[in-house]
Nanobody, 127 residues
Framework: HVQLVESGGGSVQAGGSLRLSCTAS????????MGWFRQAQGKVREGVAA???????SYADSVKGRFTIWKDNAKNTLYLEMNSLKPEDTAMYYC??????????????????????WGQGTQVTVS
């Protein structure tokens, strides 16, 4: 049974930083395509970053240079380091995973239906 549990959200002032974690069970993060999505109130869930099983990452233009996605295979955990946060980054953040071979299929712009497994979300508020 695959389970994803996010943590690390919170409230921060503009310009601040947060690190989100997504701990996986039931599979190994090293073998899956994983992504971070966010959904602001009243808006569609959007992809923020993705990383494939080989460690190749991609980012939405809105977060490029500010956010970093990476995996700690030993801890079976996915991370999203968020720096220089802006009020427009305020949203519920979700991690997602799907068993896809490394390559161009695993990019941040994949729609939500591309992913098989989702976490419950963690709220990020930037003021």
């Amino acid at each position: 049974h695959v389970q994803l549990v996010e943590s690390g959200g919170g409230s921060v002032q503009a310009g601040g930083s947060l690190r989100l974690s997504c701990t996986a069970s039931g599979y190994t993060v090293s073998s899956y395509c994983m992504g971070w999505f966010r959904q602001a109130q009243g808006k569609v869930r959007e992809g923020v970053a993705a990383i494939d099983s080989d460690g190749t990452a991609s980012y939405a233009d809105s977060v490029k240079g500010r956010f970093t996605i990476w995996k700690d295979n030993a801890k079976n955990t996915l991370y999203l380091e968020m720096n220089s946060l802006k009020p427009e980054d305020t949203a519920m953040y979700y991690c997602a995973a799907t068993p896809v071979a490394p390559g161009p299929a695993c990019v941040f712009s994949r729609p939500t239906r591309f992913y098989n497994h989702w976490g419950q979300g963690t709220q990020v508020t930037v003021s």
